[in-house]
């Protein structure tokens, strides 16, 4: 298991010197399966993935976004939903309350997991002081299991 952490603003003496923005756009581009859980989500944190996500979505990538309904601005949520082949779930007040923050994907046999405090939202993934752990393996092995595991559970606990 390789771990890295990342860090806004930039971790001065990281291998990788990018904030959440610039870690998830690479990563999102990258993907095949994409799933962005952040309890808060705002317009302007879409707004600011929106071109990645775009071009995810052209080259196929299956997206999966998952937040609070509460903490959701309408105009982030109505800009999802003008996306085809995106899935939004929102906790409503009968779910619990999504306090995670787990960026997921994967591509080609393998996958990676940004799992800090970053929400979605443009303090979230540039400005505030965020801090968390990417790490990645082969799909399959226990790391995998347990966050995909995680991830499965919650979208179908909102699906009811």
Do not use: F
């Amino acid at each position: 298991m390789n771990i890295t952490l990342v860090q806004n603003p930039e971790l001065p003496n990281s291998s990788h010197g990018k904030n959440h923005l610039q870690i998830l756009s690479e990563l999102i581009l990258d993907s095949e399966v994409c799933i962005l859980c952040s309890g808060w989500l705002k317009n302007e944190g879409i707004e600011v993935l929106t071109p990645v996500i775009k071009q995810a979505l052209e080259n196929k990538t299956k997206i999966t976004i998952i937040s609070n309904q509460a903490h959701t601005h309408k105009r982030a949520s109505k800009r999802i939903a003008g996306w085809k082949n995106v899935t939004h779930y929102m906790a409503k007040n009968a779910h619990r309350v999504v306090h995670a923050k787990i960026y997921y994907l994967e591509a080609k046999g393998a996958y990676t997991a940004v799992v800090g405090s970053a929400n979605i939202t443009k303090g979230g993934l540039m400005k505030s002081d965020e801090l968390s752990m990417v790490t990645n393996g082969v799909i399959g092995d226990i790391n995998h299991k347990q966050i995909k595991g995680y991830l499965n559970a919650l979208q179908k606990s909102l699906q009811a």
